[in-house]
């Protein structure tokens, strides 16, 4: 790639990134902290909300977090990013501190309870809705699980993991994946039913990359042998699946992101809010000229650019590119599919379901931070207790419980198409049929949030997105970021790591496209503690970082260590967000 800086000194180099979501705002506030004076960066985001699917909703003086994301990362790099926006509390939550629960601090750090701008570390729990039963998410050996399978049940489960682990299938979809490391006893209860209302397809028909990328190293055995340890763990080298302790914003993911953006502004950058990415404009090389856009009003306008970062749907990509896309290329992204979601929120002043566990909560409510809904009965798929994320997401936590359903479907179908008030309905009778709430429950409160594209799916063209990535690396100053801009299911870390490594590259670092496209593809990466530094980190990028150490810019006292002693358990939990 050419350096148009060297060329010409006198000018920055024009960045445009479309998308202010995780990767976009990583990606440009890194840039100004990199390297201020070689780069004029603008980020175009066509709604207008920061954070894309990690944004925070208001609804009334509660908050919702869109899915539910856990701030946690194997790559010390993320979790120093992290820490360098928000910093980590130095003091209980109030949730914490009224229960007299065992909390994590930092000392210096900010009290959640006197200002906003602080990172809450909370505990973990997730747990499966399943048979009128309660059990932990991945499934663990303990008691209470094998009392909610009983004796017959346990035994067809273990006989069913034998058979799977002495006659492997091939690893050629997600439903082989599954039954490989769970048995077919345990997918059919747990996996099957799940997967397909999620997807709207059944796992046989799913690629098992999708596993691969989300479920990872976890399995029955990885279960056991991590049962079976005696050595304690720090999270690191837990799976991380397996994690119950993680960072969370006190004001939801969004605050974040928010924060973040506030910095990339001072730092120089601009977000044009409500502005859609219509056109791209290349030169006789190749490149990205120019980037075509409109905005709210209608008004539309050119941006000059030397390098492109995109964040969007590949599908949106193809259309921006027009005749520049070749046939067989625009052809797969045309026919990526997409699962899209929608979250109703209901505030309630009880829940029907008492907490049966050990752990003391407000109001004695359940501890999950997610109950997923295995019951064919409903359409629901997960159920998030806003008030166990942060007690702050919520007006009233002692006296009202937030909870947030959530339901996967396609933009354009029946549910999508339900009105407001009709979805809202919708969903307190299916709360109301699993025993959640009663029928005669009044809802204080009530907001219906839909987003579209929320996750990119694993099926029709994507067998053959390898021609259409092959394209999109031809470009030399096109660079894919994040979950929808790569069309992958990505963790929130790896979206953001992808966005690094974009950094480092126009950094002028040793980092290739290919690195780029291979975050959260490469076993390393998935199944071993980084470095911290991020495999294909720049020396000159790592210089300066350690510079901005000295000047203060970044926090020089990391939780890090402290958050791996303070939650290394071995119990099972979920790795969504």
């Known amino acids: 790639m050419t350096d148009r800086a060297t060329e010409n000194p006198s000018e920055k180099r024009r960045v445009v990134i479309i998308g202010a979501g995780p990767a976009g705002i990583t990606c440009g506030t890194e840039l100004l902290r990199q390297a201020p004076d070689r780069f004029d960066v603008c980020i175009l985001e066509a709604t207008d909300t920061i954070g894309g699917i990690s944004r925070t909703v208001r609804a009334g003086g509660n908050r919702m977090d869109i899915g539910g994301h856990r701030f946690f990362s194997k790559d ?96 050629t979809s997600l439903e082989n994946f599954y039954v490989n490391r769970f048995g077919r006893k345990l997918y059919s209860m747990f996996f099957e039913g799940y997967t397909e209302k999620v997807w709207g397809r059944h796992p046989r028909d799913i690629s098992a990359d999708w596993g691969s990328q989300r479920v990872k190293g976890l399995s029955i055995r990885a279960v056991i042998k991590d049962m079976l340890s005696r050595t304690p763990k720090s999270d690191d080298e837990t799976e991380t699946s397996l994690i119950k302790g993680f960072y969370y914003p006190k004001l939801g993911p969004g605050q974040l992101w928010e924060t973040a953006a506030d910095e990339f502004r001072r730092r120089g950058g601009t977000i044009h809010m409500g502005t859609r990415a219509d056109r791209l404009s290349f030169d006789a090389q190749g490149r990205v000229a120019s980037v075509h856009c409109v905005d709210a009003s209608g008004a539309s306008f050119t941006i000059p650019c030397d390098e492109a970062v995109s964040s969007i749907p590949l599908v949106d990509v193809a259309r921006a590119a027009g005749d520049a896309m070749p046939a067989d290329a625009r052809r797969v992204a045309e026919g990526l599919p997409y699962r899209d979601f929608v979250t109703v929120g209901l505030l309630v002043d009880r829940l029907s379901i008492g907490n049966r566990t050990d752990i003391p909560t407000l109001g004695n409510i359940v501890p999950d931070n997610w109950i997923y809904v295995q019951d064919a009965k409903v359409k629901l798929g997960r159920l998030q207790i806003f008030n166990n994320w942060s007690p702050y997401l919520v007006e009233d936590a002692r006296h009202t419980v937030w909870v947030g359903l959530e339901y996967f479907c396609e933009e354009g179908d029946a549910f999508w198409c339900l009105s407001d008030e009709e979805c809202i309905e919708y969903a307190r009778q299916e709360l109301a049929k699993i025993g959640i709430i009663t029928a005669e429950q009044p809802i204080l409160q009530a907001h219906r949030e839909r987003v579209p594209k929320a996750y990119p799916a694993y099926f029709d063209t994507y067998e053959d997105i390898d021609v259409l990535r092959d394209w999109l690396q031809s470009v030399p100053n096109l660079y894919c970021v994040g979950r929808n801009g790569q069309h992958r299911y990505n963790n929130m870390d790896h979206s953001m790591l992808t966005a690094l490594y974009t950094a480092d590259l126009l950094c002028g670092g040793a980092v290739t496209q290919r690195d780029i496209w291979s975050v959260n593809t490469e076993t390393s990466y998935q199944e071993s503690s980084d470095d911290g530094n991020g495999s294909g980190q720049s020396e000159s990028c790592e210089a300066q970082r350690n510079q901005e150490n000295q000047e203060g810019t970044e926090p020089k006292s990391s939780g890090i260590a402290a958050m791996a002693r303070f939650g290394v358990t071995t119990e099972a939990a979920t790795t969504a967000d």
Do not use: N
């Open 76 to 171: 010390e790099r993320i979790m120093h990013w992290w820490e360098s926006i928000l910093p980590l509390q130095g003091a209980p939550a109030y949730d914490d501190k009224e229960l007299g629960r065992p909390s994590f601090s930092v000392e210096g750090g900010p009290d959640p309870q006197v200002v906003d701008e602080v990172m809450l570390k909370r505990h973990r729990i997730s747990r499966i809705f399943y048979d009128d039963a309660f059990f932990d998410y991945p499934i663990s050996l303990k008691a209470s699980t094998l009392r909610s399978l009983g004796f017959a049940r346990t035994l067809s489960v273990g006989c069913s993991y034998l058979k799977s682990a002495v006659r492997k299938l091939p690893d």
